[in-house]
């Protein structure tokens, strides 16, 4: 809102301080009358709200796959710079695939890497869903998903010996944090933060937004979305939900929407990642416990969390579990919904929504 000054000076000009409107006062009744009724007029056309949203997009390609970044900014500025930049360090920091990166050189064992700040708090927010849920999600999974040909690494000829050989190498209690440095029980361990990065990369861009005074965006890096405050005159964010595709590059289709205010949504899901040998179908979540990709009927399942880090790693812990395991920690969980899509008895596609994400849900 913007209100002027009113002043009137003794020649009986009547004038606004930032608009400039001079109206000359002549010494006769009627101007005397008149004048009320334009420092009234003049009053609610400076009071009244003022255009001062731009929108601003960009995309482009970050962690092997796509970005997209919608604000609104009364300058209209473009940030793209900037979140470029800082995706680029993040994948300093805990992409597997950069081989430079501080994951990497953890990984090769290189002696007293120091780890940075993304690195460790990407750490933090893994080992604290891992606690919680009870090791389903696990961020030394990495031998295993690396075995099945799902990382950085070729895939693997897959045998029980070989899992048997790999599964005393998966425990995240075997990993600690010790100051700025990762200490391991056994060399041989490897981390995999895939199932967390893309999230907390997400908080990490709406942050930088936020401290150049954006308060109205949305992110999405690889379906992995932040979104805070709403489009301006026009309400909440609306984000849709994708429905499981029969086939990795079959047509994408929304099985929901909902409205985003100032929370995170992310969706794990085993219809794009797999691999089909002998006619049997490998999911790229792994089960840490078994060392096998999961065989439950849970299709996908999208997390609704305050952030985009809890968010996506609370979604991959879930699909481990499969739907009723879910459903309990859900029960214990405060400040996280979900919407679960599964397979039934007939193998009919369904959906099963929590109360808190039914409420959110676009009618």
């Not at 690889?222 to 309400?235: D, H, T, V």
Request: aromatic content about 10%; overall charge negative.
């Amino acid at each position: 809102m913007t209100c002027g000054l009113f002043l009137f000076d003794r020649s009986g000009v009547f004038f606004t301080i930032d608009h400039c409107i001079f109206i000359p006062a002549k010494n006769n009744q009627k101007m005397r009358k008149t004048l009320p009724y334009l420092v009234i007029l003049l009053l609610a056309v400076s009071c009244s709200p003022r255009e001062k949203h731009q929108k601003v997009g960009f995309n482009g390609l970050a962690q092997g796959t796509y970005y997209a970044v919608t604000y609104y900014e009364p300058e209209g500025r473009n940030f793209q710079a900037g979140i470029d930049s800082l995706l680029r360090a993040f994948d300093m920091s805990v992409s597997v695939w950069e081989p430079s990166s501080v994951i990497s050189r953890i990984n090769r064992g290189e002696d007293q890497v120091i780890c940075d700040e993304v690195f460790i708090n990407t750490y933090l927010l893994a080992r604290k869903v891992a606690e919680e849920s009870g090791g389903a999600f696990d961020y030394t999974v990495g031998p295993l998903v690396n075995a099945w040909g799902f990382g950085a690494e070729g895939r693997r000829e897959i045998s029980q010996a070989l899992i048997d050989s790999l599964l005393p190498y998966i425990g995240y209690e075997m990993v600690r944090l010790e100051g700025s440095q990762i200490i391991v029980e056994k060399d041989g361990i490897r981390f995999d933060f895939n199932a967390v990065a893309q999230g907390y990369s997400v908080d990490l861009a709406g942050a930088y937004l936020a401290s150049r005074g954006i308060e109205n965006f949305l992110i999405d890096i690889g379906g992995e979305i932040l979104a805070r405050g709403q489009k301006p005159g026009e309400g909440p964010w609306v984000v849709g939900i994708e429905r499981p595709a029969r086939e990795e590059l079959s047509e994408r289709q929304l099985e929901s929407m909902v409205h985003l205010n100032n929370r995170a949504m992310a969706t794990s899901g085993n219809y794009r990642k797999f691999y089909e040998e002998d006619g049997i179908r490998y999911s790229h979540t792994i089960d840490p416990q078994t060392g096998y990709p999961v065989t439950h009927t849970l299709l996908s399942v999208s997390v609704v969390a305050d952030d985009c880090g809890s968010a996506d790693a609370w979604a991959t812990a879930f699909m481990v579990m499969g739907l009723d395991k879910a459903l309990k920690v859900l029960e214990t969980k405060e400040g996280l919904d979900a919407f679960f899509i599964y397979s039934d008895s007939d193998g009919s596609m369904q959906t099963y929504a929590t109360e808190g994400l039914k409420e959110i849900m676009v009618k």
